[in-house]
């Protein structure tokens, strides 16, 4: 079987984790986007779809960035145009947090990269300092984020 969007397959495969109690009516909701709008958002680099325990970003990269630190989200990255170099793993330079449940820092110590081209899908798991160290020219991308339930790790 070819997941041609991985987006779509995630909305799929996470739904039954949404539909707990404390999950509120649009998570469970059917959500249609047209293709003008994600066209639209990946121009830009905005998200599609905010719920309670997940995301849907359509994102845009003209360069590398910081060094990024989920404490509940494991992000779920398909490659659609464009490189980019990817680490994964390590120690976080000069993390601050920047957000609840946010850290972001200068670099990495460590880690593994992962040399992404379009195509290719990555997992990075909560807790998991990841950081685009590299990314030569405009590069586009979904991004599905999705939340540990509470009092999981």
Same mark, same amino acid.
């Given at each position: 079987m070819k997941?041609?969007?991985v987006a779509a397959a995630a909305l799929?495969?996470?739904?039954?984790?949404?539909? #707990?109690? +404390?999950?509120g009516d649009a998570a469970r909701a059917v959500t249609y986007i047209p293709a003008d709008r994600v066209k639209a958002a990946f121009a830009k680099?905005?998200?599609l779809l905010e719920v309670e325990n997940y995301k849907v970003l359509a994102s845009r990269r003209d360069g590398p960035g910081r060094v990024e630190v989920h404490t509940k989200d494991t992000d779920i990255f398909h490659v659609l145009t464009g490189t980019a170099t990817l680490v994964t793993g390590g120690?976080?330079?000069? #993390?601050? +947090?920047?957000?609840?449940?946010?850290?972001?820092?200068?670099s990495v110590e460590g880690g593994e990269a992962h040399e992404l081209r379009p195509g290719d899908v990555i997992v990075v798991p909560n807790g998991t300092p990841h950081w685009f160290k590299a990314v030569p020219g405009p590069m586009t991308y979904y991004v599905v984020k999705v939340r540990a339930p509470e009092g999981a790790r």
């Open positions: 997941i041609v969007d799929v495969l996470i739904g039954p984790v949404a539909t #707990g109690p +404390a999950a680099g905005k998200p120690r976080m330079v000069g #993390g601050k +947090a920047t957000g609840p449940e946010e850290l972001r820092g200068v």
